[in-house]
């Protein structure tokens, strides 16, 4: 177990107020991912980092900023929260290599709904 | 556009019986496969995975085949079990520095009793 927190589990929050997804890993991992899962779009890639302030876009970063000042945490912000962005929020990390074959160990996810 | 596509949203199974659950990538490029399983409520977990170099890989219950010409792969679960009710994606890993995998849509696995 990667030891992937992620915080809140649950929340909701109205249209136009910022919002900070935190996920917090104990493994010492270099690359952490945020995904939104969505019915019919499957696990969309929002944002990663690849090491402390080094982060970049994925498929889907409009509306959304991270930040990584320490390696255990990756902040998921939406600045100005929509209704397109209710969604379930799954952080991930890239390992551990054995357990996962070179693939993610995920968070239990955030559900986020935006009213 | 997709580069992973599972065509099936949705199967259903009876229990016992062979499940097959199916996925085709666009780039002939990609050369590692993994699928993974989600339950409600919790974050996927790696299931299987299989690299260009097999055209096969059996975990248990499980087995993953690779088709590189057709740019096809499949997950079979024998026997069936009710605790596989879940969603599958199917995914691959896009190579480069920054390790992305590329997920596709998922297909929900429903086993009958």
């Known amino acids: 177990d990667a030891g992937i927190t992620q915080s809140p589990r649950h929340k909701v929050t109205e249209t136009g107020t910022p919002v900070t997804l935190r996920c917090h890993q104990t493994?010492?991992?270099?690359?952490m991912y945020w995904y939104r899962q969505d019915p019919g779009h499957g696990l969309r890639l929002i944002h990663y980092?690849?090491?402390?302030?080094?982060?970049d876009k994925g498929e889907v970063s409009d509306g959304y900023s991270v930040s990584r000042s320490k390696t255990e945490d990756f902040l998921l912000t939406l600045e100005s929260a929509t209704s397109s962005q209710t969604s379930v929020y799954f952080c991930?990390?890239?390992?551990?290599?054995?357990?996962?074959?070179?693939?993610?160990?995920f968070g239990s996810g955030t559900r986020l709904t935006v009213v | 556009d997709q580069q992973v596509k599972q065509n099936s949203p949705s199967l259903s199974v009876q229990e016992g019986r062979i499940s097959i659950l199916n996925c085709d990538y666009t780039?002939?490029?990609?050369?590692?496969f993994l699928w993974y399983k989600k339950y409600p409520a919790e974050g996927p977990t790696f299931l299987i995975s299989?690299?260009?170099?097999?055209d096969k890989n059996e975990d248990g219950r499980f087995t993953v085949f690779l088709n590189k010409s057709a740019k096809h792969l499949s997950l079979h679960i024998v026997p069936s079990q009710p605790g596989d009710s879940a969603v599958y994606f199917c995914?691959?890993?896009?190579?480069?520095?920054?390790?992305?995998?590329?997920f596709g849509k998922g297909t929900r696995l429903h086993i009958l009793p």
């Open positions: 995914a691959t890993k896009a190579g480069g520095r920054d390790d992305k995998i590329i």
């Open positions: 780039n002939s490029m990609f050369d590692y």
């Open positions: 299989i690299s260009s170099i097999k």
């Open positions: 991930a990390t890239n390992g551990p290599m054995r357990q996962t074959n070179y693939g993610y160990t």
């Open positions: 980092s690849y090491g402390v302030k080094d982060t």
């Open positions: 493994e010492n991992h270099r690359y």
